[in-house]
């Protein structure tokens, strides 16, 4: 898992053609404990896939920029299969699961 610690990271993976898994994570909550282990279970099993988490706490410009830029509400936990700059799947909360991603990348 590839930590995003600036709004400059961020801006930079926007520009990826490859598919990549955009995570955001809340350091507080229980449940984006529980999807932080599942996104951990995910990235062992898959790690060609690129994996970039955020923690919402300590980069909210950046969360808040994921929103705005993909125009998706901002929730935490949250995740995003993003192809060639596009969101093409985005779960939240007990939705952000090892399973969910696989079956949105599969799609």
């Known amino acids: 898992m590839n930590k995003l610690e600036s709004v400059d990271q961020l801006k930079n993976l926007y520009e990826q053609t490859s598919t990549y898994v955009l995570?955001?994570?809340?350091?507080?909550c229980p449940v984006s404990q529980e999807a932080y282990r599942e996104m951990e279970k995910f990235v062992q099993a898959h790690p060609d896939v690129p994996l970039?988490?955020?923690?919402?706490q300590e980069l909210r410009e950046g969360s808040n920029d994921v929103a705005e830029t993909f125009n998706i509400?901002?929730?935490?936990?949250q995740a995003f299969v993003i192809a060639d700059g596009n969101v093409t799947w985005n779960a939240s909360h007990w939705n952000v699961t090892k399973k969910n991603v696989e079956?949105?990348?599969?799609?």
């Open 52 to 56: 970039y988490y955020l923690n919402v």
């Open 73 to 77: 509400k901002h929730e935490s936990p």
């Open 23 to 28: 995570f955001k994570n809340s350091l507080t």
């Open 103 to 107: 079956k949105a990348l599969a799609e």
